[in-house]
C-alpha cells in the first residue's frame, strides 16, 4: 500500500491534475465525506487527508510514504534552507510548482520600515513563520522580538501587536484591504513533493513510479 497526505483545499485540489497523470484517481469528494482515507482508482494506492503543517510530520514518520506539502511549510517543519534530504528523514524530489505565492514582510501603510531597519530599532514582527523570519531577519542583521500567531496575522500592525508581519501573499489583495504594505519579499514559495527515506528503499518501485508521473507533468523529467 502506498499512501499520500495531502491537505484539503488549494493542494488538493491542484494535485488532482498531478495524480490523474499518473493514472491515480481519488473515489470520493473530500468536501462531501468525512472520512480521511480515501479510496483511489489503484487498489495499493490511498490519500490520507490531514492538515498542511501535519503533513512532513506524517511522511517523517512513516504514516504516510509521500506527501504534498508547501515549501514555507517544509522550512518551518526544520528543513534546511535550499536543502534536499536533511535531518528531519524527507526527501524532496520535486517542485510541483502548484499553490504558488510568495511570503513577504508587510507593515502597515505610512510605518516607516526603512528608517526602522536603518536605525537598528527592534521590531516586532508577528507571524506564523517563526523559523522563516528568523532566518530572513539574523541573515540582515535585523534584531526582531517574533510574536507566533496561527492566524489572522495581518491584524497584528492594525492593533499594535506588532510592527510588521511576515506572512503568504498571492495576489496581494488581503494585505491591500487591510491597509498593509508588502516591504520585503523573503522567498518564492511553492508546494513540494516529499518522501519518506524509508519507504522508497522499501517501495521503491510503485513510489518512483508516481514520482517519475508528476515529473512528466511538471516538466523536470
Ligand atoms: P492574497 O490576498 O491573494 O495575497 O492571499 C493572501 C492570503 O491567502 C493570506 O492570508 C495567505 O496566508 C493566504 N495564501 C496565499 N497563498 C497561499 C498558499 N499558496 N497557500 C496557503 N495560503 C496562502
Known sequence: ???????????????????????????????????LILATNQPDVRVVLVRATDVPTYVQYGGADLGITGLDTLLEHGMEWGGAASSTGLYQPLDLQIAKC????????????????RQGSRLTVATK????????????????????????????????????????????NTLKANHLVEVEHIMDISSRLVVN?????????????????????????
Open 129 to 172: 513563520y517563526v523559523a522563516i523570519a528568523r532566518e530572513f531577519f539574523a541573515a540582515k542583521g535585523v534584531h526582531v522580538d517574533l510574536i507566533k500567531l496561527y492566524g489572522s496575522m495581518e491584524l497584528a500592525p492594525l492593533t499594535g501587536l506588532a510592527d510588521a508581519i511576515v506572512d503568504l501573499v498571492s495576489t496581494g
Open 102 to 117: 510568495r511570503i513577504s514582510v508587510a507593515v502597515r501603510e505610512g510605518f516607516d520600515y526603512a528608517a526602522a531597519v
Open 1 to 35: 500500500m502506498i499512501t499520500l497526505a495531502l491537505s484539503k483545499g488549494r493542494i488538493f485540489d491542484e494535485t488532482l491534475p498531478l495524480l490523474k497523470a499518473a493514472g491515480i484517481e481519488v473515489l470520493d469528494d473530500p468536501d462531501k465525506t468525512r472520512k
Open 197 to 221: 527515506q524509508a519507504a522508497l528503499k522499501l517501495k521503491r518501485e510503485p513510489i518512483r513510479r508516481i514520482i517519475d508521473a508528476f515529473a512528466g507533468v511538471v516538466g523536470q523529467k
